[in-house]
């Protein structure tokens, strides 16, 4: 489903309409956060509102690059370990799900609004923008009641689920109030993609069929899902509970960016040498078969130009130094309106790419904003590790251990659990500081070939071995020769 017709198919006042009817909730959402939406999306797909093809400006999609760079920094080497139990055991095979894609994951959280995590039972899926709507949120803008959209298409239907997590006060006989968690789930079928169709059964859904339409507990002290987004303020609507992207103070300077870089690719386009002869010349060339350089061009007469019947060269004028400075200068500004050092993001003149810097120890401000990221990222793992958790307790007969038996204490437990690599890190650095090791005899030989030749531990030790027993003095022979 192409990315505008996604964002209408789950935003469109269908959708509202239902979910208000069937629920009787209000969705959280501003128009300005809807249009915010379909922006980030189309600046991140490499097609911007200031696209214009006829003037020479297409998109690098630079912001993409932003969100990727950003993803790999926070999730440098993480690691996700839990107690070793047979809970946490179980709990440790999401975890490894979770680590798989987790770049992937955060970079498109950053580009966007952010991302939610929701267990399904089996592991765990990743909701982008426009496949969720909130519903509540507490005072802290924490996102409490969500409803999830899923749709399949199954021979001529398109099958939607809606699913909707939220918290419910129960009052008793006895006038005593009670907080439940409830899970409702709504299936529909249309053979129109501009309608969510007629209420069915879940069961028509092969997939769908074992889902209880109504499910609630009194025990679920924390949202069956977890919300990721950049830690940053949402200025464009201070009431929504929804992030921003990374680079949302800079979209300004990423349209002058894909304007300046237009400018120069259009320079370097037009640097191509022509010969511009009176069209007579080429015309008669045309009329007796005269095959004529690929630069030479004709200009009509009679137009005020190439008048007097002379050959005029054609010399473009590169401006090469001016535009890199320029665009250097965009790249610092957007390098400091994305909370990084101005000289993150730089343009090589040597290999005319645009590229992330290394990470040094005085670049306080890119350090700083990732660990806001990784701390906000480190949150939002720990709390759909804990919606798995729960999840336990309905599909398997696992008994609770004392350190998962609610939220604050499982976070206590697993918080130290989770690390992520030193963003300063230099590979040839390190290779060359454990190679001295090597060479003084404080690391091991085969260690070293592990670590940094991609061998095996058999392998390395194998060759360590054989270079040993090379270099071994032999015993001299029946007449003294080597």
């Known amino acids: 489903m192409g990315i505008i017709s996604w964002i209408k198919a789950v935003w469109n006042k269908l959708f509202r309409r239902e979910i208000e009817k069937r629920f009787d909730a209000d969705i959280l959402l501003s128009g300005k956060m809807e249009s915010a939406i379909e922006k980030f999306y189309n600046i991140t797909s490499g097609h911007p509102e200031w696209e214009d093809v006829e003037d020479d400006i297409e998109s690098i999609n630079f912001a993409g690059f932003i969100d990727d760079v950003t993803a790999g920094l926070v999730t440098l080497d993480i690691g996700i370990n839990m107690p070793d139990t047979p809970r946490g055991k179980m709990l440790k095979k999401t975890a490894d799900y979770i680590r798989q894609v987790i770049t992937d994951k955060v970079s498109e959280a950053l580009g966007n609004v952010g991302i939610m995590f929701k267990p399904n039972g089996e592991n765990m899926d990743y909701v982008e923008p426009g496949n969720y709507a909130p519903t509540e949120a507490d005072s802290n803008g924490n996102i409490t009641g969500c409803v999830f959209q899923t749709q399949t298409k199954k021979g001529d ?3 939607t689920r809606l699913e909707w997590h939220r918290y419910e006060t129960r009052r008793g006989e006895g006038g005593e109030e009670t907080k439940v968690y409830r899970v409702s789930n709504y299936a529909y079928k249309s053979k129109s993609t501009t309608s969510i169709g007629d209420p069915c059964n879940l069961s028509e859904v092969k997939e769908w069929a074992d889902i209880e ?7 679920i002290d924390h949202p069956l899902f977890a919300y990721f987004r950049n830690p940053a303020p949402n200025r464009i609507d201070r009431t929504s509970p929804l992030g921003v992207p990374i680079w949302h103070n800079a979209m300004k300077e990423l349209k002058d960016l894909d304007v300046a870089w237009g400018r120069k690719s259009g320079e370097v386009q037009d640097s191509k040498h022509v010969t511009f002869l009176p069209q007579t010349v080429i015309n008669y060339a045309d009329q007796h078969n005269v095959k004529l350089p690929r630069w030479v ?6 137009a005020g130009v190439n008048d007097d019947n002379n050959i005029h060269e054609h010399v473009s004028t590169l401006l090469t130094e001016q535009r890199i400075a320029d665009i250097n200068s965009i790249l610092a500004m957007i390098s400091t309106k994305c909370g990084f050092s101005q000289g993150m993001f730089v343009l090589d003149e040597k290999t005319g790419m645009m590229t992330a810097t290394q990470v040094d120890a005085d670049d306080q401000e890119t350090i700083r904003t990732i660990k806001n990221i990784r701390d906000q990222l480190k949150n939002s793992i720990i709390e759909a590790l804990y919606a798995c958790n729960e999840f336990i307790d309905f599909t398997t007969g696992v008994p609770r251990e004392p350190w998962a038996a609610d939220f604050e204490t499982f976070r206590a437990e697993v918080k130290d659990l989770l690390d992520f690599g030193n963003i300063q890190y230099n590979y040839n650095e390190d290779k ?3 190679w001295q090791y090597v060479q003084q005899g404080k690391y091991p030989l085969w ?4 670590e940094f030749e991609g061998m095996s531990e058999e392998e390395a030790r194998e060759v360590v071995a054989d270079a040993k027993s090379e270099n071994e003095p032999k015993e001299p022979g029946l007449f003294g020769e080597e």
Do not use: D, L
């Not at 260690?447 to 592990?450: A, D, L, M, P, T």
């Open 157 to 159: 239907y398109i099958y």
């Open 213 to 219: 339409p109504e499910m609630e507990s009194e025990f």
């Open 447 to 450: 260690r070293y070939y592990v």
């Open 297 to 302: 061009a004709g200009v009509e007469m009679g």
């Open 432 to 434: 060359a500081q454990h």
